[in-house]
C-alpha cells in the first residue's frame, strides 16, 4: 500500500547527529538491565496475593516456581539475555515496546493513547491571536534548540538522562499504515513552517523570514495569526477528523486521501512535516471539566492528531496542549509545555519583539481536494468520533485542602501518599482493590521510557481495608499507612532502577515462539487479572498546568492523572459512560476528595495523641 511518503529518502529521514550538548551523555548511559528470573518471580508473587484466596496463592505459587524451575523459564530468560547481549543493542525492550505498546495499537490514538496539558489562563494575553502568537514564538524557539541540539540535558540526582526521544518532537508525524503505524521524520533543513487549523482549515505558516531566514517576530505571528481568524472563508470539509479512526480505517482512508487528486500529497506533506500544529478553536470552555475535554479530544474535527505536538487556543484566550504518544512520553513533552509557559511573560519584553516588517510570508491555505467517497468517509468519522466521545466521562477534582507542603510535614512521600489516597478511594467505592499501575520513568537508561509500579501491596491493602474499621486505632492505622508508603516508594526505586517486573515478564513472553506451549504462570487467571489496570495512574506536576490528563485503558476502569501542588492536589478523571460499566467518575471523585479529608484526619489526629502521650 502506498502511503505516499518517500520513506527512504535522506531528506525525509534525516536523523540528528546525537552529537551535541543536547546529546552529550547518550554514549555513556546504561544499557537496561535483564533482571533476575527469581527476583522478579518473588516479586510478582507478592504483587498478586492481595488478589488472592490462599488456595489461589498456593496454585499461583506452583505455577510460578514451576516456571522458574523448568527448562523452558531458564531458555526464555537466556534468549532475552542473550538479546539484551547483541552488539549495538542498549535497550533490549525498546523497539519491542514502540512498537507493541504503540505502533500496532488499532484504537484511535484521540482518547486511547494521546494524552493532554490544560494550560492555566494567561490574564495579560486573553486575545486568541496573542495566546497564539506566544506560544509559536516560544514553541519555536525551543525547536532551535533541540534542532541545533543545543537544549541542555537532563538530569536526575547529578545522573543524566536519555534525551533520544527529543528526535521525534519536531517536524514529526505519525502515519497510518495497515496492521502497524510508523514515525515520519522530516529534515529541519528543509521545513522552516508550523501549521495552523481553523474552522476545519488548514495552513502552512513561514516562522522566518524569506531571504534572511530571520525568526517571525511575536508581533508578526501575532499578525499573521489574526490574518487566519479574520479568514471568512466557510468551514472547511473535516479532514482532520479521519485522523481520528481505527488506524487501519485511517490508513484507508488517507489511501483516499492520496487517490483523490495529485495535489493532496503535497498538502499532507506540508501538514505532517510541519514543526507543530495550532488549533484555533472557536470554542469558549469556562469550567475545568470543559477544559480539559477541549485538550482531551476538542470537536474532532478542528485536529489532526498524528501530529506529535498539537497546541490549541480558544476564541476566550484558554490553551492547551495534546501529544502523540508514541514517540515521547510526559517528560519531554512536559519540559517543552513549561517553556513555552515560562516565557510567555518575556517574549514582548524588547522593541525587537514589537518589530514588523512590511512584508510578511503570507500564510499558504493548505486545502484538499475532497471528492464525494472522501465526502462519505469524514461523515462516517465524524459519527464514529462524536460517539466516541459521547461514550466517555471526564471529570476535574482540585482539591484545595492541602498539598506537598502538609504531606512532608507528616514525614511521607507525596507520591506514595496520594498513590495510598487513591487506592483507599477505589477501594471505598468498588469494595475490592484494584489493579494499579503507576508510570515511572525509566530514562536513565539509554532509549529508556517506562517501567509500571504496582501500587496494590500486601500493606497498601491491609491498610484500606483498617481504614474503615471502628476496631483499629487510629495510631496503628497510621503505622499501616505509614507501611504502606514505605513499601510503595521502594517499588518506585526499585522500578525506576529497571528492576520491575512487567516488563522483564513483557520480554520474557516476546522470547516464546509461535509453536511453544504457554507456561501456566502466564495462562493463570491471576497473572493477567494483576495487570488489569482498572487505575491507570500516573504523576505529571507543573506550576504551569491546570490539569492534565489521558484516556481509561481498561472498559472498567479509570484514567486518573494526577498532579501534587505545594497546597493542593489536582486529579483527572476519565472512564466510559456505560450504564452497564462498574464506573462513574463523579462517584470516584467523591472517594477521592473523601479520602483525601479522612487521611488528613488520620495523620493529624493520630500525631496528636501520640504528643499528648508522651505528656
Known sequence: MSTGIPKTTTAATQSPSLQGQLYQHQKELPSLPVPNLKATAAKYLQTVRPFLSPNELATTTQHVRDFVE????????????????QPGMTNWLADWWDDIAYLRVRDPVVVFVSYFFAFND???????????????????????????????????????????????????CRIPASNVDFLQHYSPADCS??????????????????????????????????????????????????????????????????????????????????????????????????????????????RFYDKPLQFFVTDNGRAGFLAEHAGMDGTATSRLCNYVLSHAAQVYSTPESQSVRDTLPTPVPLDFVVNDPLKRAIATAETKFDQLIQGHQLRVLAYSGYGKNLIKQFRLSPDAYVQMLMQLAYYRMHGTDGATYESVQTRRFSRGRTEVCRSVSVESSAWVKAMDSSSVTPSHKLQLLQRAVTSHSQYMKEAGAGYGIDRHLFGLRMCLRPDEPKPAMFTDPIFSKSSHWVLSTSQLSS???????????????????????????????TCVSDPAAPVNADHLLHYLQQAADDMRTLVQSATNSESSAKL
Open 122 to 172: 494567561d490574564k495579560m494575553r486573553q486575545l486568541p491571536a496573542q495566546r497564539a502568537a506566544d506560544i509559536a514564538f516560544s514553541a519555536w524557539q525551543f525547536r532551535n534548540q533541540v534542532v541545533n541540539e543545543i537544549l541542555s540535558p537532563e538530569y536526575v540526582r547529578q545522573s543524566p538522562l536519555c534525551m533520544a526521544s527529543f528526535k521525534n518532537m519536531f517536524h514529526t
Open 70 to 85: 523448568s527448562e523452558q523459564g531458564t531458555l526464555l530468560q537466556q534468549r532475552l539475555q542473550q538479546r539484551a547481549s
Open 193 to 302: 513552517h508550523f501549521a495552523v487549523v481553523r474552522k476545519n482549515r488548514f495552513y502552512k505558516v513561514s516562522a522566518v523570514h524569506d531571504g534572511d531566514g530571520q525568526p517571525l517576530t511575536v508581533a508578526e505571528l501575532e499578525h499573521q495569526l489574526q490574518a487566519i481568524l479574520d479568514d471568512t472563508s466557510s468551514t472547511s470539509p473535516a479532514v482532520g477528523v479521519l485522523s481520528a479512526g481505527n488506524r487501519d480505517q485511517w490508513a484507508g482512508d488517507r489511501e483516499q486521501i492520496l487517490a483523490a487528486s495529485p495535489l493532496n500529497a503535497s498538502v499532507l506533506k506540508e501538514l505532517e512535516s510541519a514543526a507543530f500544529l495550532i488549533c484555533l478553536d472557536e470554542d469558549r470552555p469556562v469550567t475545568r471539566d470543559e477544559h480539559s475535554r477541549l485538550c482531551w479530544h476538542g470537536n474532532g474535527r478542528n
Open 543 to 573: 506550576p504551569h498546568f491546570d490539569g492534565w490528563g489521558y484516556g481509561e485503558v481498561v472498559p472498567d476502569g479509570y484514567g486518573l492523572a494526577y498532579m501534587i501542588k505545594d497546597d493542593s492536589l489536582h486529579f483527572n478523571i
